[in-house]
């Protein structure tokens, strides 16, 4: 049983260049999410996605883009680096019923130089 | 709107003391309220919920946490602190209104453990 799968664990990024990270999930779950965590500013929310084909901005989304094109698959596009985005990333997904649980993948440490 | 706040940045603890990580919240709905722990550079893993049943909710590792409405609170407890228990613990917030389930998180606080 995976859960939430995260790729890739750790990247280095020089400034201006884009990456894609990449979350899964194989728990049928509707509602996926992207946080960003920072030292003393908790966890915030970028993008969510209420299932497949719909998406909308968190609380931080410039810089970054998200499509949902199948139930198991959210993932965050960086299209033009910035130093602004060293941060470590995590995907989640949320048991919609009564539970109401969200699950996380382990995260993506990124740096941008 | 919703809104958490941890009242502690950093807790420190010796082993085998009682822990007390503070919790308060405001909601217009009556909440979701939730504790996530965070090992480090781990990821994150739910320790217990609230969710309208029990005021007094246990969770894993032998946390519990007693939802308050008169003092808007959900303190986070043990009564024996392990070394293992060192991490960052962050006290979440979800209203019920419609179908939204964006998640209001704390800034976290966190434990320190001295043997």
């Known amino acids: 049983n995976a859960g939430v799968t995260q790729t890739p664990k750790f990247q280095v990024l020089k400034t201006g260049q884009s990456m894609t990270l990449q979350c899964a999930q194989d728990m049928n779950h509707e509602y996926m999410s992207w946080y960003r965590q920072d030292p003393g500013m908790g966890l915030r929310l970028i993008h969510y996605s209420v299932g497949a084909g719909i998406t909308d901005q968190g609380e931080v989304p410039n810089g970054y883009n998200v499509s949902r094109s199948t139930t198991e698959d959210f993932p965050l596009r960086l299209l033009s680096a910035a130093p602004s985005q060293t941060s470590v990333y995590f995907c989640?997904?949320?048991?919609?019923?009564?539970?109401?649980?969200?699950?996380f993948g382990a995260g993506t440490r990124l740096s941008v130089l | 709107a919703q809104s958490v706040t941890q009242l502690d940045s950093h807790v420190s603890v010796s082993e085998g003391t009682p822990v007390l990580l503070r919790c308060n919240y405001s909601?217009?709905?009556?909440?979701?309220l939730f504790w996530y722990v965070q090992h480090p550079n781990k990821g994150l893993q739910l320790l217990l919920k609230y969710t309208s049943a029990a005021t007094l909710v246990k969770g894993i590792n032998g946390f519990e946490a007693e939802f308050k409405k008169s003092e808007t609170s959900f303190h986070l407890t043990k009564p024996s602190a392990h070394m293992s228990d060192a991490a960052e613990y962050f006290c979440v917030v979800r209203g019920r209104a419609g179908n939204n389930r964006k998640l209001i998180w704390g800034l976290g606080t966190s434990l320190a453990v001295n043997p």
């Open positions: 989640a997904s949320t048991d919609g019923g009564a539970k109401n649980i969200q699950y």
């Open positions: 909601s217009s709905y009556s909440p979701s």
